[in-house]
Structure formats: structure tokens, C-alpha cells
């Protein structure tokens, strides 16, 4: 049967109109999915200072795109994260992710000691990760295991508080500085600079076991012979990680140091 010409033609559906209760719901179920997902991205992937603006922005993101038709796949990134923080939380991941060889050598004396940097806090004290190695080194000094520090960090205050702090433990050891670097190859080039001008056959190579397979490879790269000495992590427990912190922070740096070799093996870092 062939329609009229003028035959009418019938209207397409009229979607309904959300209520503001239904637009309110989508709203905050949407920021809260943004907001989680960025927070839980931040946390594993080192993106400590930026954290706070990828979640609000991830949070209005989220809130907008649940209004339209793919509120779906918003639903579906919610599910993926809360299943990732469920097996990072309740299942052995993480822990299995840590075991591997031991990141040591035995200590031996040394000409000097390599204290790698690892950031400054706003306040300009020095940073948890800094703090660590920094104190760990000194240690070291007081057993004789070496006459020098050298410090590699980006900081300008870093030196002045360390040399504080060596006064105030009774210590008088000179003090070389390499910076300003920007990553762990430019620490191990920056060394290598040193070591040669001194003419050092061995150093002591500090920081966190979770950095030193990449660190001691970078070193070894850059010309300088150096004994594996990793500081303690009051970060987190990184031996036996139970708490759901210690756990995000442990897979975060699994993360960042598998990709960080990666990356350093294909420019011939390595």
C-alpha cells in the first residue's frame, strides 16, 4: 500500500522530562564517580601536587556526562574503580608485586656516600622520601663508612637542612652537591661528573629498595661503581602492606618504577 502524499506523518516520541530530583541524583552520583576515579588515578600515579584539581575537574566531568547518553559508561568506570581498590584492598597483589631480589649489598668502606634526592615539601622542609635518605645517610657517616656526602636533590634549601641536621648529631663531614636535576639519569650523570673528578673507585648508592633496581643500573650506566645500600620507607610499609595507604602507595610505586625502567632502558639509560 503506498501512503497519501499528504498523509500525515506520525510525530516522534517525546522523550520525558527529568525531574530536578532525577537531575540532582545524576548529578552527584556522577561528581562522586569523577571525583573517585581521579583520586584514586592520583594516588597511583604519583600526581601528589596536581591531585586536588584533577579531581575537581574529573568531578564536574563526571557530573556533566551522567546528564547525557553515555551515563552508562560513566556507571562502568565507577564499577572499574571500585573493583580496583577491592582487589588492591582484600586480595595479595600487592604484596606479591613487591617480592622480588634483595636491592642490597654488603657495606663496605666507601669514598663517599650518594644521598639521591626526592623532593622538597611547600613549607621548604625537606620531603618524607628526602628525609629518609638523607638521615640514613648520615648514619653511614657516623659509622666511617665513607668521608663525603653528596647530595643530589633539585633543592635549594635541602643542603642548608641537612647540614643542620648533621650539627646537631655531632657529625663534621663535607658536603658535595650535584643538583639542580630532574631525574634519577641526570643524578647518575651528575655523580659520574664527581666520581671522575675525584678519581672515586666506589660510592655507597642510598635511597628507597622500591627505586634502587633503576638507580644502581642508571649509576652502573653512567661509569660509577656503587654499593646498594636502600634507606627505610616511613612512607608506608613496603615489607608487609596491610593498611589500604600503605597499599595504594606501594602499587604506586611499582608502577612508576616498572614504566620509569622502561622508559629508561629505551633511551639507553639502562
Known amino acids: 500500500m503506498i501512503d497519501e502524499p499528504n498523509a500525515p506523518h506520525p510525530e516522534p516520541p517525546v522523550p520525558p522530562r527529568r525531574s530536578r530530583h532525577e537531575i540532582i541524583s545524576r548529578l552527584i552520583i556522577g561528581a562522586t564517580i569523577g571525583a573517585f576515579t581521579a583520586w584514586l588515578f592520583s594516588e597511583l600515579a604519583f600526581a601528589d601536587r596536581a591531585a586536588r ?16 547518553r ?20 582484600f586480595t595479595p597483589l600487592v604484596p606479591w608485586l ?18 639521591l634526592g626526592a623532593g622538597m615539601n611547600d ?6 622520601g628526602t628525609q629518609d635518605r638523607a638521615i640514613y645517610s648520615l648514619t653511614l657517616l657516623h659509622a666511617r663508612y665513607a668521608p663525603v656526602l653528596v647530595l643530589t636533590g633539585n633543592e635549594a634549601q635541602g643542603e642548608s637542612i641537612i647540614r643542620r641536621q648533621m650539627r646537631a648529631l655531632g657529625l663534621s663531614f663535607p658536603i658535595e652537591n650535584c643538583g639542580p636535576v630532574h631525574d634519577t639519569h641526570d643524578e647518575s ?9 675525584h678519581g672515586w673507585r666506589r660510592v655507597i648508592l642510598v635511597t628507597h629498595d622500591w627505586h634502587m633496581r633503576r638507580a644502581a643500573a642508571a ?15 616511613t612512607h608506608c610499609d613496603m615489607h608487609n602492606p596491610s593498611r589500604l595507604p600503605d597499599r595504594l602507595r606501594a602499587l604506586a610505586c611499582v608502577i612508576h618504577e616498572t614504566l620509569g625502567y622502561r622508559v629508561y632502558h629505551l633511551h639507553g639509560w639502562l
Not at 584539581?53 to 547525557?68: K, M, Q
Not at 651528575?190 to 666520581?195: G, N, S
Open 189 to 197: 650523570v651528575a655523580v659520574a661528573r664527581l666520581f671522575k673528578a
Open 53 to 68: 584539581y584533577v579531581v575537581l575537574i574529573s568531578a564536574v566531568l563526571g557530573a556533566s556526562l551522567n546528564l547525557t
Open 219 to 233: 649509576f652502573e650506566k653512567a661509569g660509577v661503581h656503587a654499593l646498594r645500600s636502600p634507606c627505610p620507607d
Open 98 to 115: 613487591l617480592k622480588g631480589p634483595a636491592q642490597s649489598d654488603p657495606l663496605e668502606p666507601c669514598d663517599a656516600i650518594v644521598s
Open 70 to 89: 553515555v551515563t552508562k559508561l560513566v556507571s562502568a568506570i565507577g564499577a572499574i574503580s571500585v573493583l580496583t581498590i577491592l582487589v588492591i584492598a
Open 123 to 128: 613549607d621548604g622542609t625537606l620531603g618524607s
